[in-house]
Nanobody, 119 residues
Framework: QVQLVESGGGLVQSGESLRLSCTAS????????VGWYRQIPGKQRESVATHVNGRSPDYIESVKGRFTISRGDAEGTIYLQMNNLKPEDTAVYYC?????????????WGQGTQVTVST
């Protein structure tokens, strides 16, 4: 089991920055992929950034050059640094982790944190 708790959301103005944090606990050494997703009411949840162990991170086109996903030294924290925020970045952001145990894959989600960017 892996538990994820996000923090760091809030209200900012266009052009400002925020850093989201996601604290993972439990069987963190089984995590092989981490990611940040976002969801706007009435729309499907979309992947913003993902990072598979040993590979370079992937980002959706609209956040490339502005967002950075990273993990803490102890691998128990996942960050999303968001710079030059735009109103279209407004959404609930969710932390995600994929856990591999044997041949079974488990998918875990945090509770979400609201990010609101005003003009």
């Amino acid at each position: 089991q892996v538990q994820l708790v996000e923090s760091g959301g809030g209200l900012v103005q266009s052009g400002e920055s925020l850093r989201l944090s996601c604290t993972a606990s439990g069987d963190i050494f089984s995590i092989y992929v981490v990611g940040w997703y976002r969801q706007i009411p009435g729309k499907q949840r979309e992947s913003v950034a993902t990072h598979v162990n040993g590979r370079s991170p992937d980002y959706i086109e609209s956040v490339k050059g502005r967002f950075t996903i990273s993990r803490g030294d102890a691998e128990g924290t996942i960050y999303l640094q968001m710079n030059n925020l735009k109103p279209e970045d407004t959404a609930v952001y969710y932390c995600n982790a994929g856990s591999l145990r044997g041949t079974a894959v488990y998918n875990y989600w945090g509770q979400g944190t609201q990010v609101t960017v005003s003009t």
